[in-house]
C-alpha cells in the first residue's frame, strides 16, 4: 500500500554564508516529498551529531566544522518540508 506525500518542498529556502551574502551556499528544490525530505534532515542530524562527537573527541575541528554545514543543510530541507506543508 502506498500513501500520498503530505506535500512537497516549497524550494524558497536557502543557506547563506556569512553576512551580506547575495548567493546562496546551497538551496532546496521544489517539488521533492516533504516525507521523504524530513526523513533525511532527520539522518543529515544524525551524522552531523556523530561528526560533532568524533571531532570534539579526537580533538578535530575539522570534523566540528564540516558537521556545522551538515547541520545547516538538514536545518534547509526541513525548514522547506515545513514551508511546503504550511501551503
Known sequence: ??????GFTAGKT???QGTQ???PLFCIEPGIPCDH???????????AQELT???????????V??????GALAKTLMDDAEA????
Not at 571531532?55 to 575539522?62: D, V
Not at 566544522?65 to 551538515?70: D, E, I
Open 84 to 87: 511546503g506543508m504550511a501551503k
Open 37 to 47: 525530505a524530513r526523513a533525511q534532515a532527520s539522518e543529515l542530524m544524525g551524522y
Open 14 to 16: 536557502k543557506f547563506y
Open 21 to 23: 551574502q547575495t548567493q
Open 53 to 63: 562527537i568524533s571531532g570534539l573527541m579526537n580533538e578535530n575541528p575539522k570534523l
Open 1 to 6: 500500500m502506498t500513501t500520498e506525500p503530505t
Open 65 to 70: 566544522w564540516a558537521a556545522y554545514y551538515l
